[in-house]
């Protein structure tokens, strides 16, 4: 399913011998600018915008003819955020274009999509070292075209998927920690030696030195590797590196595969892949953002939170906090939600939220959730009835007993529940009864 919007295109995005004029369909005023100079490493940006849109190109699970999907670009004080799913929604990949990579000021904030078209990546690909990349993101005008002259009007359909991916990621991602680090040659040396192609095997990594070794079973401190050969997009990046970082969440003997980010950094560039915990699985589905999202107060406090946000590179949930006066979690909440309309993602190597707009209503959550609106109908027919720890759930002609363990998670004893084990969210059951757990005790209080 896709989510339309119209876009217009004051023309296709072009390369020239001297600079790259990348067409974006608008932003707060029609068709702005917000960024006009030189990339100061012009050979390495090329190469990395390619990786972020072969990613967009490519589905890793079970492969297909190339999908045809368009990049997120965002403008934000210092840097240049370029941003993409690729087709099967299992690999998240973004490029940070740093303070020391632009030569030429962020004149106006905004996200876009930009039409990196064949032409484009056939020009792409052949910049050379020394030559110069002009970056031109967002023309003030509109021209059409017929036989007489150019008109550029195009449709870019954005999926739902990547919408409800920009949420899960940054839930997902604000709960990881550094693993890792490579210096260049051992980062090529590790890369290179990865399985390739379709493997879909689930490995681990743990550190070893300068380097890292594989593992088959997770253990402290190591990071799950989920169908290595989703790491290609990073091959072309490792000539120009200067570092590889690794991160992920905590793990133990016995954990579920888990995501984790895998980061080339040139000093002026970042170019990071997000991987799902599983080749077939796709972020979309993972339910991460649904605990966040469940809260009576999260729509009012994310239109609070919204109104607060800046084009700061970087978000402080503690700022904001006491900025709109309510908690820290609240506000964490709040940033799932707005996640799920594009608005913030979280970026690990600054540890910190970012702000980004799309074209969409924080208040499509409950739309793109269906476990969120199951969970909504079961208590609007008062279907859940608490027991202590514990509580039965009516589902039509179904009754599950959902349990809570001493994490706080839940236990349900429907067949989704059984297939996942917890893995991608709660079902809708377990977080009916989490949200009237929680209307009760704001009752007592």
Not at 122 to 128: D, K, M, N, T, Y
Not at 156 to 161: E, F, G, N, Y
Not at 236 to 249: D, E, I, N, S
Not at 280 to 309: C, H, K, M, N, T
């Amino acid at each position: 399913m896709n989510a339309v919007q119209t876009y217009r295109y004051l023309a296709p995005s072009t390369l020239t011998q001297r600079s790259l004029a990348l067409q974006t369909s608008g932003g707060p005023t029609p068709n702005p600018r917000f960024f006009t100079g030189f990339l100061s490493t012009g050979q390495a940006a090329a190469v990395a915008l390619l990786a972020v849109a072969e990613v967009a190109r490519t589905r890793y699970h079970r492969p297909v003819s190339p999908a045809s999907l368009d990049p997120v670009v965002t403008g934000s004080r210092d840097r240049l955020r370029f941003e993409s799913f690729s087709g099967c929604c299992g690999v998240y990949a973004r490029l940070d274009v740093l303070p020391a990579g632009l030569d030429g000021d962020v004149s106006e904030h905004g996200t876009t999509n930009v039409d990196v078209n064949t032409p484009l990546r056939e020009a792409l690909a052949r910049v050379g070292g020394l030559d110069p990349l002009h970056l031109s993101v967002g023309p003030d005008d509109l021209t059409v075209s017929t036989l007489d002259g150019a008109v550029v009007e195009k449709k870019v359909p954005l999926p739902v998927r990547w919408l409800r991916g920009f949420a899960e990621v940054q839930v997902l991602a604000a709960r990881f920690e550094p693993r890792a680090e490579l210096p260049a040659a051992e980062a090529a040396t590790f890369l290179r030696r990865l399985p390739r192609g379709g493997d879909r095997s689930v490995l681990w990594v743990v550190p070893a030195g300068r380097s890292l070794r594989l593992t088959s079973r997770p253990v402290a401190g190591a990071v799950c590797l989920a169908g290595a050969g989703r790491l290609a997009a990073l091959h072309p990046m490792l000539r120009f590196a200067k570092t590889l970082r690794v991160y992920g969440p905590t793990v133990a003997a016995g954990t579920a595969p888990v995501p984790s980010v895998w980061e080339l950094d040139t000093g002026a560039l970042r170019l990071s892949l997000t991987l799902s915990p599983e080749p077939y699985r796709g972020f979309s589905g993972e339910g991460a953002a649904l605990a966040a999202l469940a809260g009576d107060d999260v729509v009012d406090d994310a239109d609070l939170i919204s109104a607060l946000l800046s084009w700061d590179p970087t978000i402080d949930p503690d700022r904001l906090a006491e900025q709109a006066g309510i908690d820290a979690g609240r506000v964490r909440g709040a940033l799932a939600q707005l996640g799920t309309a594009g608005r913030v993602g979280y970026d690990v190597a600054d540890a910190a939220y970012f702000h980004r707009v799309m074209p969409y209503d924080a208040g499509r959550a409950e739309r793109d959730n269906p476990r969120l609106v199951g969970a909504r109908a079961l208590l609007d027919a008062g279907a859940v009835q608490l027991d202590g720890r514990s509580a039965t759930v009516r589902s039509g002609d179904q009754v599950y007993r959902v349990r809570q363990l001493p994490d706080g998670s839940h236990t349900c004893t429907c067949p989704w529940w059984a297939k996942h084990r917890g893995q991608r969210g709660p079902c809708r059951h377990a977080l009916a009864t989490r949200m009237l757990a929680s209307e009760r005790v704001e009752e007592r209080v």
